[in-house]
């Protein structure tokens, strides 16, 4: 099979022994249309155009690459923050829910389904669908609807409906289930946009390169920063790895670039309550993908924990998966507490309060070492509006 | 030749083929449910092994295995409760069940014990065509299992024939694009299952999804060779302290 490239699968979905496209037959026939047609679409002019015209004047992209000069002080080194907070709705999700949007109504789909975990990429679904007049329906874990209640009542003011997910866990990966439920209910006017890089085959290629705009802006940011296209480091943190991916992409070949994913620690690594899937996972096939999964010795996958509900996903995107087994990518995590005091720690060095999620990233930044001489690249995924109530217990 | 094939040879229309959970209702109850499905007129037991994220499951089949696994079910305790079942059950055994787990446990490994204890056959709704055969395929025939895979309504003319090509034992028919349990209407059914009688498959094909009583099952019987309950016939024994009581009701009200 010879990969030449981390950036692309081969013709089955497979990074090294990862991906694939693990599904029923109920669902083959939307993932065939899919897996046939999206290069196509993509690459069509009239879908560049509008794209590329929805990221500049509907989200306000290109986002801005921030030197955090206070926090790289502190720290020693040089910081840069790729602010996909100042996206409109606050996160990445939306790069690669317009793009799917968009891809959907060229294939005459009418019913739009998402999943979401801190209710970012619901929001962001939801979004466009009002943008686009389309119905939408979001699967949301209903322990997530609790402690994601801002996006909840947002999702509904866009217009949605947002469908508990009561099985399992009651988390992401349960909506996720559901909302293949639903696509497997929905065969013909159905779209499922999936909100990471997880799934089978041609998902994981797909939202990279939507989310791919985040590394093609960073190197030109950088090189007008600093002469240079290639930073030492970039840094994002991993639930099914969408941002990490956007972040990644376009360095992925660039093997001088250290590329470090940081997933979520929960309560501790050994503690029981936790979401390293790398570390604590085997090769399992979760939501139609070959990769890392948290499980027990007999295969039932284990309920995930983190403080962030974006983080709280028991598998990882099977192109990190190949990026931890290869080790092209260097995996880190960071525990709830130590996000939490890296979220303040940013917010009172520079004025920005960061998403739970993406605070994981910042917290690992303290592992690596970083010197002066460094020039490293923090995906800042989302901000922290929705996450207030989880910071508020945290002020004395 | 094959269990099942024997089966179908024997008896070639009216199969009926009944889906159990294994470790469902009580974690001992496997092999009394199975037993008195043989001894109830069930042609076939699919029997499944639960699954935390059944995806391609609704709400009634997820919640026993939910049960199940609450049992404490297991692969490994599975095939423990059925070494030696052979003595008393005659009729084919086919597992249903999620390519995780039997990764987890080692597909090879799998297969030798399922093929060891008894089972005839297979059926892991998430492992599709190109997998099976690029890599799966070899293996379930290394153990001389048979391996059936699904088709729907919305499967093409030139795939049910492939289908049906690397299926053995038999095919089987989802009658709507659903998860297990659904209740669509039963007379757009009936244009498919008529449409895939006019392919002449090599194998038998029997029709899951939505059959949960005498009319069901006849009507997809009068295309096919018979047909697959599942979502009813948990609902029937579900909470039941005599199974084989609750079973037998249930047999003879879908086969009277
Ligand atoms: C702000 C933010 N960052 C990160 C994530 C994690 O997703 P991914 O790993 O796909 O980027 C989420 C998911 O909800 C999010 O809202």
Redesign the pocket.
Known sequence: MGQETFQQPNEHGYYGKFGGAFIPEMLHRNVEELRTKYLEIINEPSFKEEYAYLLKDYVGRPSPLYLAERLSEKLGTNIYLKREDLNHTG???INNAIGQVLLAQRLGKKRIIAE???G??GVATATVCALKGLECIVYMGEKDIERQAPNVARMKMLGATVVPATSGSKTLKDATNEAIRDWINNPVDTHYVI???VGPHPYPDMVARFQSIISEEIRKQLKEKTGSELPTHVVA????????AGAFFHFLDELSVQLVAVEAAGHGIDSGMSAVATKLGTVGVLHGSKNLVMQTADGQVVEPHSIS???DYPGIGPLHAHLYESGRGKFIYATDDEAVEAAFELTKLEGIIP?L??SHALAGLKQLNLTKKDIVVVCL??RGDKDMSTYMKYVK | MSRIKNAFNKKPQRVLNVYCTAGFPALDSTLDVMLALQDNGADLIELGMPYSDPLADGPVIQDSSAIALANGMTIEKLFEQLTGFRNKITIPVILMGYMNPVLQYGFEAFCAKAAEVGVDGLILPDLPQYEFEAEYGAIVKKYGLDFIFLVTPETAEDRIKQLDKLSSGFLYAVSSSSTTGNDKDFNAVEKYLERLQSLKLTNPVLVGFGIKDKETFDAASKYTNGAIIGSAFIKAIGGKENVQQATKEFLTSVLK
Do not use: D, M, P, R
């Open positions: 996160a990445h999700k979401t975990g801190a970012q990429h909100g990471s890089v943190c991993v639930g099914g790895g969408s941002n990490a509900a974006g983080l998403a999620e993406s995924s989302g």
